[in-house]
């Protein structure tokens, strides 16, 4: 069973895409599972948020769509065309002009024997977008100015270590920008930023979506920063995606037990940090998994048929979706009220909602 999320039509499209990856050696080398069979769209200048806890398979999602890994299984659809099926080199070429990527680390994503200038240039050759070594400069200063860099000719003859962290990812977005793509993956692009230029980075990125039409995956452990940025927040966990929904209708009425245990974390600014919500200790076993919802042995709202299969998909509203069993099978069964609040755990489904209201 896989997990869908679409708007409209879809510029990008992953349907199924899984990843395993093979761990140890012996005649019996057992697989590692990273990514299980994930279904999801990206909608015209739509940003789509994909939050979760480190491991859950969030960047592996990016590196794939990227191209920077292959998937094991699955199909990344592009304007509607397989492009896992394009074998020329111009097609491929293609594809990756149109869809860009932001690193974590503007520091380590960077040469840094490299001009900035040089940065920049780079993709613009490769791609076609200079003729001539005077377009060539017109083109790197109207992408340090389009970031918000300048004098855009004094930063080009710059070095990576001559800037400052928020002054190299805006290098970072840039050099994304180069080949005029239609599609950014950015994977945590602002989790190594001072927290007062973070929403200065994510206010560009806006003004571009905005600007150029570009759509977004934004790959993010800040919740707060997916539902200022995001139209859409998905839930990653295990290498499934959980839940998806509107990102503000996601915060304030989270439906999975995993979502609710997240926003339960936000920090109270009353002081408080009493925890209405807890996991139970452990991490989800990637290596030969066992039959059913992989944060089962974590849920506070856990079933016997948690444990024995793994929950289809449960489309709430138009727009919002779960994949667990206290929507599907488990209210069929009579354990989930009429609000979906779980009957052994009167009130989870509002705990994150109440905490958020508190907080105003």
Known sequence: MTTTDRQGQAILEAQGIGKYFQVGGGFKPKRLRALNEVSFALGQRQVVALVGESGSGKSTIARLLVRLMEPSTGKILFRGRDILQEEPRQASLDYRAQVQMIFQDPFGSLNPVRTIGEHLERPLLIHGKAKSDAELRDRVNELLETVDLRPAAELAARYPHQLSGGQRQRVAIARALAPGPSVILADEPISMLDVSIRVGVLNLMERLKEER????????????????????????????????????????????????????????????????????????????????????????????????????????????????????????????????????????????????????
């Open 213 to 360: 039409g570009i759509s977004y995956l934004y790959i993010t452990h800040d919740i707060a920063s997916a539902r200022y940025f995001a139209d859409r927040t998905m839930v990653m966990y295990a290498g499934h995606i959980v839940e998806g929904a509107p990102s503000e209708e996601l915060m304030q009425q989270p439906a999975h037990p995993y979502t609710q245990l997240l926003l339960s974390a936000v920090p109270d600014p009353n002081g408080s940090m009493k925890n209405e919500l807890k996991a139970k200790s452990g991490a989800p076993k990637l290596i030969d998994p066992p039959p059913g919802c992989p944060f089962a042995d974590r849920c506070p709202s856990a079933m016997a048929v948690c444990r024995q299969e793994m929950p289809g998909t449960t489309q709430l509203e138009q727009n919002r979706w779960v994949r667990c069993h206290l929507y599907g099978q488990g209210a069929t069964l009579g354990t989930v009220g009429t609000q979906g609040q779980s009957a052994t755990d009167p009130g989870i489904a509002n705990v994150a909602a109440r905490r958020l209201e508190e907080a105003r």
